[in-house]
C-alpha cells in the first residue's frame, strides 16, 4: 500500500513547525548556503530526509567540503561522530572523523537520511551520491553520523550548511 503525505511547504517559514506523523515538509532553496528547516523536533521522533540539488552537474563547480546539519541551530564542538563507506573514481574508501554537527553529505549531494532523535541516541544515516568535483565523481557514501551527548534536548531539527551557494529542494517526513 502506498502512503500519502500531506505536504506542507515550509520555504517562507520563519517559526519551528511540528510536523505530525504522516506529514512532509517541502523546502525551496536558491543560491544560499544555509537553509532553515524550520521543523521543530522532540524525543522519540523520526524522519526521512532528502536533499534534492539543483546545482549543475559534472566535474566542477562544487567546494571539497562537507554538508552539515547543525541540530537546534548550532555546532556542538567535537560531538558528533563519522563512519562511511563510499566508492569514487578513485576507488573504495572510508572515513571514521569527528565534527561539531551532523555530516551529511559532501560538495553536490543528492542524500536520503533517516533522522532518529533520542535524548539517548541521535543519528542521521544516510545515502548520498556526491557530485560537482573533478577528482571523485560521482562518488556513492552509506554513513552514519553520530551526536554523542545523551544530555541536551534536540528541539530544532536545524539548518542544512552547505559549502558553497546551492539550489534545490529539501523533503522532510515525518514517520513517527
Known sequence: MMRKFKRIDLT????????????????????VTQVPLHIATQDGTYYELHIIPSNTGGTSGSEIAPIYLYPNNITYSGAFYFAEVYRSGNGLGNNYIQYSAFRIGFAFSCTTAWITNRTQYKNVCAINDMYGTSVNYPALGVFSSGWRDTTTSWTSLGTVVFPQSSSGEILVRRLK
Open 12 to 31: 517562507n517559514a520563519t517559526e519551528d513547525y511540528f510536523l505530525k506523523v504522516g506529514e512532509e515538509a517541502y523546502i525551496s532553496f536558491s543560491n
